[in-house]
């Protein structure tokens, strides 16, 4: 489940929002008209209003129209100075710029920072003798400085706090992608441990059932053993499945954990075989450390290779597992049959076959399985012995 997002406070339109900065703008400018002239200058009329116009309204499409409305803007600022209104108006220009700075690409933001302080410089020339100070020259050029570099601050800011959140939402991504592979991988594995207990107990199960069922009349000693080895399959594949299964809990109880098979727990599986009939034959070494996850496919190896010859070969399987220094390796062989039989083992070995082969896989092993030159069947395997899942 993702984590619950942090509520975002409702943002304004930006085209409202523009719209009322810029009849915020042509109020100030009219707010500054009433009040006497001062020497040289013409008092507003109809003509300062339509200039007051241009040089405000601009800003609400300069988000759309930039250029446009810079040049609107600017043009009606020479007008105005031209015309000799009071008194001089800036503000809605330097607004402008600082909109297009913060909302524009930086190439586009200096042409208009140049035109802006070119049309200043002009605009304060244009005025009458002794209507313009140095102080106004200065006020004006370093307001320009101002909103440029004020809206480039605020710009690269939001451009940093954009990639900071779109990185955060790529690593997001990310993780959750990493966690469902785990998911699926674990599944994976889950569904191959459950296929490797249930085929060998059923298997198992099957052929002691059909035993049991043949000589149940004649024989009652061994139908009775044959449902003991029932009855203990049985119980040892539900013990094994719901350790397994243990695991897709929702935590609230602890399954209980219990080692992995591994080469130590081979002689009980061929003991269990023998059990059913099934004659085998053990070459395995004892002490010999390898890692959990080795030791844990050897067994299925041979646990799945005894439960096709169950089902498929027999007499008597041999089994034999040598450890180098650089290679664990598996072979399984049966003598039964003939190699018609064995190639229906391959055949119908269905996810059996394909399971060792995948766990082998895993660990950059190898995997073959055929009929024998002379009737039986052959399952060769090795691995690493330091072998790790990549």
Known sequence: MSPPTRPRIPRLDPRLFDALVAVVLFVLL??????????????????????????SLPYAAHRRLPWVALVVALGSL?????????????????????????????????????????????????????????????SSLLAACVAWLGADNLRQRRARWAALEERAVLLEREREERERAAVSAERLRIARELHDVVAHSMSVIAVQAGVGS?????????????????????????????????????????????????????????????????????????????????????????????????????????VRVGIDEELVTIEVTDDGGSAARAERIAVSGGHGLAGMRERLTLYGGSFEAGPRLGGGFRVLASLPRDASAS
């Open 30 to 55: 009219v707010l500054s008209f009433p009040g006497p002239p001062t020497s040289g200058l013409r008092p507003a009329d109809a003509g300062a209003w339509a200039l007051a116009v241009g040089l």
């Open 78 to 138: 020479v007008t105005w100075a031209l015309l000799h209104y009071a008194p001089y108006p800036a503000l809605g220009v330097l607004v402008l710029l600082f909109g297009m700075t913060l909302h524009g690409t930086r190439r586009g933001s200096l042409v208009a920072f140049g035109a802006t302080v070119v049309t200043l410089a002009v605009s304060l020339a244009l005025q009458p003798e002794g209507a313009v100070v140095v102080a106004d020259w200065i």
């Open 214 to 318: 043949h000589v149940i009349d004649g024989d009652v000693a061994s139908a009775k053993a044959a449902l003991g080895t029932i009855e203990t399959t049985s119980r040892d594949a539900l013990t094994e499945m719901r350790r397994m299964l243990g695991v897709l809990r929702d935590g609230s109880e602890p399954a209980e954990v219990q080692p992995l098979h591994g080469l130590a727990d081979l002689p009980s599986l061929a003991a269990q075989m023998r059990r059913t009939g099934l004659g085998v034959t053990l070459d395995a070494p004892t002490g010999v450390q390898v890692p959990a996850c080795v030791e844990l496919t050897a067994y299925r190896v041979v646990q799945e290779s005894l439960t096709n010859v169950l089902k498929h070969g027999g007499p008597v399987a041999h």
